[in-house]
């Protein structure tokens, strides 16, 4: 039974940091891409960022050079350091998982999902 369970979420002030974990079970970790999601209220679910199995990272427009993804496939964890948070980036995260490196920042093409972590951002 495959399994991932994020961490990491909170309320953080505008300006600030926070880094988001993913633990990931039940799979060949190292075989995934694993990808990052938010959702906020009232909007549609955005791609934030994506790491393939050979470590090729994709992001989306929205978090270009305040976020960062990483992987630890020792520890089969993904990770998502984000700085310079504003209120736009309050959402759920997800984490997800797909094999291939095909349409990475699509949520249609993920096999499996976590249950999310809030992240609020005040002003």
């Known amino acids: 039974q495959v399994q991932l369970v994020e961490s990491g979420g909170g309320l953080v002030q505008a300006g600030g940091s926070l880094r988001l974990s993913c633990a990931a079970s039940?799979?060949?970790?190292?075989?995934?891409?694993m990808g990052w999601f938010r959702q906020a209220p009232g909007k549609e679910r955005e791609f934030v960022a994506a790491r393939s199995a050979s470590s090729t990272t994709y992001y989306g427009d929205s978090v270009k050079g305040r976020f960062t993804i990483s992987r630890d496939n020792n520890r089969n964890t993904v990770y998502l350091q984000m700085a310079g948070l504003t209120p736009e980036d309050t959402a759920v995260y997800y984490c997800?998982?797909?094999?291939?490196?095909?349409?990475?920042?699509?949520?249609?093409?993920?096999?499996?999902w976590g249950q999310g972590t809030q992240v609020t951002v005040s002003s």
């Open positions: 997800a998982a797909k094999l291939g490196s095909r349409r990475l920042t699509s949520g249609d093409g993920y096999e499996y």
């Open positions: 039940g799979l060949t970790f190292s075989y995934y891409t």
